[in-house]
């Protein structure tokens, strides 16, 4: 494998404690504090004019046609612009030409690798092993640095209860507490312990806030929910990326509440700097400032950027895309005309500036391609991570008469589906800078893997989305003549991602009357879904014996689906999301309220439907494994406590099988009697264990104050008396319980 500037290519026990709005993790945007920087910035903002402070709050799409205005310090920032040569052409003019030498931060959408391509955020959430993401992001850094990225819009930390919405590809999935360990672990790998390093980039938590709520799961659409909401589900893994020391954020799209993400000074202002202590700076999504005039929140450019910068957006992305920008024609006659204060300016890029001297940038301008092609992790380091993260992100839905794992001395396979001889669709939306040809197959997977003997037969049977059976017939002779049919259907890449919203998530085109088709054979089918949502697969999980979630996994996509079919890993993989029968259902997510009238499908008037179940296909935190794991004597050694005091629980997990295998352990709380309604149940904690054959281990979690703690009326944080239900199983529906009492 190599990269574009001429470069070669334990058990995981992980407890985490957050609680809504305050979340526990190790680092702190503090750690990156010096009196030394800010006296630095102090200094250079007063040597600078309103131009040049006004072109730090500049970002523009590609560098083409731009030196001048760089060389009059009128922009702070590019995205777009990759390579080391043209990075440090475009940095020389900076650096070298302009009146005040200030580096340009160059920004990029390394969202899941950038050479080396790795699942997408969602099928890496599905590992529930932020160790091993935390490597994957790492890696990323190293690749992107070294073709000069300094930044990147990275990691989307949105939840998502609508998988219509696109971009729940990108995200964590629908729980908050996984989702805030998920942000901490990228933004630990993105920037490191100290993102000063030539390896480390700049991480960038996005879209603040609530876009994952959009309305009918459509992109870019509103989003309104009450505050407790927002503070409850939608913060917590913002405010864990803020904890763990995030250089940047991003605004959103959508409109919260009715009043633009993007130009929201609650938010941005309020929660974010007053209330977290946030001294980064934040970024627009592309010209969602110019886009305040859609909104009908601004009459024209001018009023949007001086609403942009007051609520507390620091750079304008790309804004106004054909003018060029929003806040760079209109800032300097905002301040002139006394409309806006200079100090506004003066702040928003003082907090660009210290995130350019944390990060280096006025060191250290240059990308120094010597130094990437003597250090980077080498090759094989690089596939290697991602294989073990593609492997761990894998979810068996469904393993009818253990029909998995397949032996390699099957005489004959059939391997059928748009998706499996296909090295684009598995990168995913949102790759950057990929080497498709180093893409595995799954057909190649497939064939590396089995026996010299084995017949392996490929038909495409299909396009992905169209309406054409006229390969239908190929592909059911193959699969005549074949002992097993592995079926790779699903999505294209851009099917999910931005700008990819589906109101039915079932597979496209006819790929399900291919399944149908090659079923009613006889013969054993194996379907491998590839995908970057859930999707309502009600006929498929009723009538197909096996079923394998892969998700996108980008560069090892073969390799690590042929090491779950044929055995030679254990799947591991849990869902960070509900799978919804239908799409009526959503959402159906897993920590609901119990309403008055809790569900009860012999009763009437309770909350339910009258066609079909609540409950989802396949929960959250599910997923199967080669072995069978039995969960025994839940203890916990109060039954009494006080409001600070914990609670230690223990379980006993052991391997009832006969092979090695990895699982997840998953604590679960529930609060039964509260001043506000409380959910049905929260993720609270998880540890990855791996047990062999035989082996029983004793899991321990302390259940602290602040795992017990919600939001009172008033949205005041508070811990209340009364009883408590702790639950511990392999998912969220099979659990464990046991009870203690908090007491005055």
């Not at 006929?539 to 390799?559: D, K, M, R, Y």
């Amino acid at each position: 494998m190599k990269i574009n500037v001429s470069l070669s290519r334990p058990i995981i026990i992980f407890f985490f404690t957050v609680f809504f709005v305050r979340t526990d993790f190790s680092q702190s945007s503090t750690k990156y504090q010096s009196a030394d920087i800010e006296k630095k910035v102090a200094d250079l903002l007063s040597k600078m004019t309103l131009d040049e402070k006004i072109g730090q709050l500049v970002q523009f799409s590609g560098d083409s046609g731009r030196a001048e205005l760089v060389r009059k310090g009128k922009v702070g920032s590019f995205l777009n612009v990759r390579g080391a040569n043209e990075v440090n052409m475009i940095q020389k003019v900076a650096v070298e030409e302009s009146r005040l030498g200030i580096p340009l931060i160059m920004g990029n959408d390394v969202i899941h690798g950038y050479n080396t391509t790795f699942p997408i955020p969602l099928a890496e959430a599905s590992s529930w092993n932020p160790e091993l993401v935390t490597k994957a992001a790492k890696i990323a850094a190293w690749e992107a640095s070294a073709n000069g990225t300094h930044w990147t819009f990275a990691p989307m930390v949105d939840i998502a209860l609508d998988p219509r919405w696109g971009r729940i590809a990108e995200g964590a999935g629908e729980d908050p507490y996984l989702g805030s360990v998920m942000a901490a672990a990228q933004v630990k790998g993105f920037q490191g312990d100290n993102f000063l390093n030539k390896n480390s980039i700049v991480a960038c938590a996005k879209h603040f806030t609530a876009y994952g709520g959009a309305q009918g799961g459509r992109d870019y659409n509103s989003v309104d929910i009450s505050e407790r909401t927002l503070r409850e589900i939608y913060l917590p893994p913002f405010q864990a990326a803020v904890e763990s020391g995030a250089g940047t954020l991003m605004s959103a799209f959508n409109d919260l509440n009715g009043i633009p993400a993007s130009a929201n000074h609650f938010i941005l202002t309020e929660i974010l700097r007053n209330e977290w202590g946030f001294d980064g700076f934040v970024v627009s999504d592309w010209n969602s400032i110019a886009e305040l005039i859609n909104h009908g929140f601004a009459e024209d450019k001018k009023e949007a950027a001086l609403k942009g910068i007051t609520a507390g957006v620091d750079m304008d992305m790309a804004g106004d895309v054909e003018a060029g920008n929003v806040y760079l024609p209109n800032l300097k006659s905002l301040v002139e005309s006394g409309e806006l204060s200079e100090e506004i300016i003066n702040k928003s890029a003082e907090r660009i500036l210290r995130i350019k001297y944390r990060s280096g940038l006025f060191d250290d301008p240059y990308v120094d391609s010597i130094y990437f092609a003597e250090n980077i992790p080498s090759s094989e380091e690089r596939n290697q991570t991602a294989l073990q993260l593609s492997r761990e992100s894998i979810v068996l839905l469904k393993n009818e008469g253990s029909l998995l794992p397949l032996k390699k001395e099957l005489k004959s396979i059939a391997v059928i589906g748009p998706l499996a001889d296909n090295q684009e669709d598995p990168l995913g939306p949102w790759s950057a800078n990929p080497i498709v040809e180093d893409v595995v197959t799954a057909l190649k997977g497939i064939q590396e893997k089995v026996s010299a003997g084995t017949i392996v037969a490929y038909a495409k049977g299909c396009t992905i989305d169209s309406s054409d059976t006229s390969d239908f017939n190929e592909a059911a002779e193959i699969a005549r003549n074949s002992e097993v049919i592995i079926m790779v259907m699903g999505e294209s890449r851009d099917m999910s991602g931005e700008a990819a919203s589906r109101a039915d998530i079932n597979l496209p085109g006819v790929q399900l009357e291919l399944i149908q088709k090659i079923y009613e054979l006889g013969k054993p089918v194996v379907v491998v879904l590839m995908n970057g949502r859930p999707l309502t697969i009600e006929w498929i999980a009723e009538n197909i014996p096996a079923v394998v979630e892969s998700w996108f996994l980008g560069t090892q996509t073969g390799n690590a689906i042929a090491d779950v079919l044929f055995g030679d890993f254990n799947p591991c993989g849990k869902l960070p999301v509900s799978f919804p029968r239908y799409v009526g259902q959503i959402p159906v997510n897993y920590n609901y309220k119990s309403t008055g009238r809790p569900y009860d499908d012999e009763l009437k008037f309770t909350s339910r439907y009258i066609d079909y179940p609540n409950s989802p296909r396949y929960p959250f935190g599910f997923g199967l494994s080669y072995t069978e794991f039995k969960y025994s004597n839940l203890k916990l050694d109060k039954t009494k406590i006080k409001k600070n005091e914990s609670v230690e629980a223990s379980i006993e997990v052991m391997n009832a099988g006969s092979v090695s295998g990895k699982e997840v352990i998953q604590l679960y709380i529930k609060d039964l009697v509260a001043s506000v309604t409380r959910p049905v149940k929260e993720l609270k904690g998880f540890q990855k264990i791996e047990l062999k054959p035989g082996e029983t281990k004793t899991i321990e979690f302390v259940i602290t104050p602040k795992m017990l703690s919600f939001l009172d009326v008033n949205l005041n944080e508070t811990i209340e008396p009364g009883e408590f239900h702790v639950m511990i199983g392999g998912n969220s529906e099979e659990l464990l319980k046991a009870s203690f009492e908090i007491v005055e």
